[in-house]
């Protein structure tokens, strides 16, 4: 077996699918040249067949990603493998990754197939791939839950057919990290041809075990991919956290013995873009890109620090792209070192115009902050990521008036389309009230169901602040997120983009694993 582990990462199609994760085509672009940055094997970046804004995703990915495999899910049918086959069209290196459900439970109750339709499908589909694609994964759906002798056929078939990656999935994160690695090691020896295809794990976290299901599936099963998101994102408890599967085999490289090819300076850099496009917050103590992963508050643990490192650390903060937390620009930088530092932290603008826009940004905000971090410009950019076609309303002007024994009051300016209205309104709070005063005009009608601010960096009570807002409204859900200084006006921002988002109508993958 190889000593390379495949790194596949489906942030942009999986991790998509968490509750208002949802990202726009210019948003997924941005994460897809970072996650190459990072030097990801594959990027899933999509699912082209489930909406014309995801075939277009999945299009401009393909078109602009040189380095990684760019990869599209297609159900096993031709119209969804001929749509993933379009889009990927200008790949470099493209894969057509067709999946069916293969457990009792999922045949009977969700597709309604009996065994041998499911059989034949699975295997109709990847011949048809395999005409359209030279680069083809089967999936077998809630794999770990089929029976052992059927899911073997199954997959003896579709290696047969030109299958080159078998992927497993535990879809709902039943398994049992030694219990899956057997499994995996038994499918693959029931398997006359498994050593022609690669195979591949993707583990969900329900039981909070995706990453040792997936470790395990390496290591006792032999598969040799991991298919993994950036922080862990996903639907329900979430996919297998692609920086904690990494610095396992790279750490433990003596129990593994195993090579990945990911810049792994780029982690933390991926974790922040993904935080602030999706507005998932990453909790403090996760593992790797969590802010207290390296933070050590016992005298003990700090005096083993000082005096050497690998008393309390087994990884470098550093080694994992820490070390970029450092104050880059100030009001008097000009243009070209703007410039450079988007390149830098892998931004790319279509147009010198968007280039001009965004370093008129920038200054406004050096004016009302003397130190901008990294963190910073990924902030700004990512706040005007909505593309004046899709932005139904913008923030024009906010003031708000909030003393001790008065109840607070706001007055908002914003567009409406093409329409400047103002509203104002009373509050328990500056917050409250500017956002009451936005409904009073809007009339949304959506619920709350998180409003979270985290400071966008430490140290400073001079840190803009990012507020993070998900709405629910007929059955959608979608995040909005906002930075700003003053925290009110953030919190406007990021209200608006939510509800920028429900006007937007943006449609959702349904697919799940």
């Given at each position: 077996m190889s000593d390379k582990l495949i790194i596949f990462d489906t942030t942009l199609r999986d991790g998509e699918q968490s509750p208002g994760a949802s990202m726009t085509k210019d948003e997924k672009l941005r994460i897809a040249r970072q996650l190459e940055r990072l030097r990801v094997d594959v990027i899933e970046a999509?699912?082209?067949a489930s909406s014309n804004g995801d075939f277009d995703a999945v299009k401009t990915i393909a078109d602009h990603i040189k380095d990684s495999t760019v990869c599209s899910l297609s159900r096993a049918n031709d119209r969804d493998i001929s749509r993933a086959a379009e889009a990927?069209?200008?790949?470099?290196?493209?894969?057509?990754?067709?999946?069916?459900?293969?457990?009792?439970?999922?045949?009977?109750?969700?597709?309604?197939m009996t065994p041998e339709q499911v059989f034949e499908q699975a295997r109709q589909a990847v011949r048809f791939a395999r005409n359209l694609c030279g680069d083809i994964e089967f999936s077998a759906e809630d794999g770990y839950r089929s029976d052992m002798d059927f899911l073997a056929r199954v997959v003896e078939a579709v290696i047969a057919e030109g299958a080159t990656t078998i992927n497993i999935p535990d879809t709902v994160g039943y398994a049992i990290p030694e219990l899956y690695g057997q499994f995996i090691r038994t499918l693959r020896e029931k398997v006359p041809n498994s050593d022609k295809a690669i195979w591949s794990v993707h583990?969900?976290?329900?039981?909070?075990?995706?990453?040792?299901?997936?470790?395990?599936?390496v290591k006792i099963g032999g598969a040799r991919q991991v298919e993994c998101t950036i922080n862990g994102l996903g639907e329900r408890a979430g996919n297998c956290s692609l920086e904690e599967v990494v610095m396992a085999v790279r750490t433990r490289?003596?129990?593994?013995?195993?090579?990945?090819?990911?810049?792994?300076?780029?982690?933390?850099?991926?974790?922040?873009?993904?935080?602030?496009t999706?507005?998932?917050?990453?909790?403090?103590?996760k593992a790797v890109v969590g802010a207290n992963a390296f933070a050590h508050a016992s005298g003990i643990h700090q005096d083993g620090v000082l005096k050497a490192r690998d008393t309390y650390e087994i990884m470098r903060a550093e080694d994992v792209g820490w070390s970029a937390n450092k104050i880059v620009l100030g009001k008097l930088s000009g243009r070209n070192a703007f410039k450079q530092r988007l390149q830098e932290l892998g931004i790319e603008m279509e147009s010198e115009a968007e280039i001009n826009a965004a370093f008129a940004r920038f200054k406004d905000l050096a004016d009302r902050k003397s130190e901008i971090f990294d963190?910073?410009?990924?902030a700004l950019v990512g706040d005007e990521s909505v593309t004046s076609e899709q932005e139904h309303y913008r923030l024009v002007a906010l003031s708000q008036r909030s003393e001790t024994g008065e109840r607070p009051h706001a007055k908002v300016s914003f567009f409406v389309g093409a329409k400047e209205v103002t509203s104002e309104a009373d509050g328990n709070g500056p917050v409250d009230a500017s956002l009451k005063a936005i409904e009073a005009h809007v009339q949304s009608g959506a619920e709350m169901l998180l409003y979270s601010v985290n400071a966008i960096t430490s140290g400073s009570t001079e840190s803009q602040g990012e507020v993070t807002f998900r709405l629910q409204h007929g059955g959608r859900v979608v995040n909005g997120v906002g930075s700003d200084p003053d925290i009110v006006v953030a919190s406007a921002k990021a209200y608006l983009a939510a509800l920028n988002k429900l006007q937007g109508n943006v449609e959702r993958t349904s697919a799940q694993w």
């Open positions: 999509g699912f082209a990927l069209a200008g790949a470099n290196r493209g894969r057509i990754h067709t999946f069916i459900a293969t457990s009792p439970l999922h045949m009977e109750k969700k597709l309604r583990c969900h976290n329900d039981l909070g075990m995706a990453v040792a299901n997936s470790l395990a599936g490289r003596d129990h593994f013995g195993l090579e990945v090819g990911i810049d792994t300076s780029q982690i933390v850099p991926a974790s922040r873009m993904v935080s602030q999706t507005g998932f917050v990453v909790q403090p103590n963190e910073d410009i990924i």
